[in-house]
Every structure is written in C-alpha cells, then in structure tokens.
C-alpha cells in the first residue's frame, strides 16, 4: 500500500491551506487515518484522527477549532483543512493509515509573513 500526500506550501499567518493524502494498494474506506506533523527539530507529533466511518474525528489541542480532518471513501483520499494557520504550524505534515502502519512521504508547510 501507499500514500502520497500533497497540497502543502507557503502561506502568511492566518491563511488556510488544505492537505490531500491519497492512498493505493489496500483498503483506504477499512482504515483508519491520522495526520502527523514534524518541525524542525522536534519530533513527530499526532494531530487528527478520523475513524473508518469518517463519523469520529479528535484533534491534539493545539489545532482544535482551527484544522478538520475528513475523508471521501470514494476517492480514496483523507483531508486536513487547515485555518487560520500560526507560524508555529510550520512542520513537514504526514497521513498514516491503521492498521497497515503505511505512512506518507509528507507534505511541507511553511507559515510565514
């Protein structure tokens, strides 16, 4: 199986930005799916979860109420809209999906003025 992530840029604080994470080669709508991110320096943290229905979704507190986690089964794709982006989001973002353990190659957002 793999996942390809993609969407991630440059952007001013405050902007939004939106992540794909497309994934081939296993059962995308049985999977549950994370987002990661790690700066520079730090390591790996866990940022949203979305169940194998798309009806149960968390987040870590430093994104809630700013980023939503979604997923569209038929594409076999999980999204991270992200809003009001902070300088301190800048990190290379990553979708994994459970149980496989299949990680992305990442996705690098920057938030600068």
């Known amino acids: 199986g793999q996942l390809v992530e993609s969407g991630g840029g440059l952007v001013q604080p405050g902007g939004s930005l939106r992540l794909s994470c497309a994934g081939s080669?296993?059962?995308?709508?049985?999977?549950?799916m994370s987002w990661y991110r790690q700066a520079p320096g730090k390591e790996r943290e866990w940022v949203a979860i979305c169940n194998s229905e798309g009806g149960t979704t968390h987040y870590a507190d430093s994104v809630k109420g700013r980023f939503t986690i979604s997923r569209d089964d038929a594409k076999n794709t999980a999204y991270l809209q992200m809003n009001n982006l902070k300088v301190e989001d800048t990190a290379v973002y990553y979708c994994k999906a459970w149980p496989e353990g299949i990680w992305g190659q990442g996705t690098q957002v920057t938030v600068s003025s």
């Open positions: 080669g296993f059962t995308f709508s049985a999977s549950v």
